[in-house]
């Protein structure tokens, strides 16, 4: 995936709470193109090795049994220095200290429920989305 692009999730609590539709648009708005999208589940063996780098965390098994237990929506975002831009527009992990306008300050109720993912690095936006999409799925 080039630099101009990065992977995210809209995370189980965003989904059950109807925002799906609100955070397309903000990031729409905020000059994102979606190249890649899909509503989909994860399993409990997706989510183990998604997230297999926190594997020794005391949070992990949360973490997978939130991640498992409604849809998601991934996407592949696209836009000049999209990483950076995107972790600016969703906001800190705890909505309380999420700057106001953000994706998470409006979303999220709490630092496990934060209603939104996205990738730290570029790197890491190459491999999170190439684990939820094939090549002939992005545009």
Do not use: C, W
């Not at 925002?19 to 409990?44: C, D």
Request: charge should be negative; aromatic fraction near 8%; charged fraction near 25%.
């Amino acid at each position: 995936m080039a630099e101009n692009r990065t992977f995210t999730m809209i995370k189980p609590d965003a989904v059950e709470n109807g925002h799906i539709g609100a955070i397309l648009e903000q990031i729409n708005s905020s000059g994102f193109r979606i190249v890649a999208l899909k509503l989909t589940q994860m399993t409990k063996a997706d989510a183990e090795q998604f997230y297999a780098v926190h594997n020794e965390r005391p949070f992990f098994g949360e973490l997978v049994e939130f991640m498992t237990r409604g849809p998601i929506v991934a996407a592949i975002l696209e836009k000049e220095n999209a990483v950076e831009d995107f972790r600016t527009l969703i906001g800190a992990t705890n909505p309380e200290e999420a700057a106001e306008g953000t994706i998470r300050k409006k979303y999220a109720t709490s630092i496990g429920e934060n209603a939104v993912h996205g990738s730290d690095s570029n790197e890491n936006a190459a491999i999170e989305g190439a684990f939820h999409f094939a090549g002939r799925e992005m545009f």
